[in-house]
């Protein structure tokens, strides 16, 4: 079982910055993939951004691409998600989660997750 706990939400104006970050503990880390997902009210759970166990390859969607940096620390356990130019549309429940595939953009992938972190963006 993988625990994750997120943190670093919280409300800014639009043009600003945050760092969410989400600490694993409990069993092995070794070999997952990590993904951050966000879900708007009223909206469903959509993609956000997946890096790949080694570091190497970092995946976004379209809407943040340039604007949100994803990273990984294997030495702490840790995943952040760097977010600058935020908009009042990346205002969401912000969820990390972790997964053994090799398949980064669907939910259904992952095999554990956070319990969220809130993100507003004031306009």
């Known amino acids: 079982q993988v625990q994750l706990a997120e943190s670093g939400g919280g409300l800014v104006q639009a043009g600003g910055s945050l760092r969410l970050s989400c600490a694993a503990s409990g069993r092995t880390f070794s070999g997952y993939a990590m993904g951050w997902f966000r879900q708007a009210p009223g909206k469903e759970r959509e993609f956000v951004a997946a890096i790949t166990w080694s570091g190497g390859s970092t995946y976004y969607a379209d809407s943040v691409k340039g604007r949100f940096t994803i990273s990984r620390d294997k030495s702490k356990n840790t995943v952040s998600l760097r977010m600058n130019s935020l908009k009042p549309e990346d205002t969401a429940v912000y969820y990390c989660?972790?997964?053994?595939?090799?398949?980064?953009?669907?939910?259904?992938?992952?095999?554990?997750w956070g319990q969220g972190t809130q993100v507003t963006v004031s306009s």
């Open positions: 989660a972790a997964s053994r595939r090799n398949s980064y953009y669907s939910e259904v992938s992952y095999d554990y």
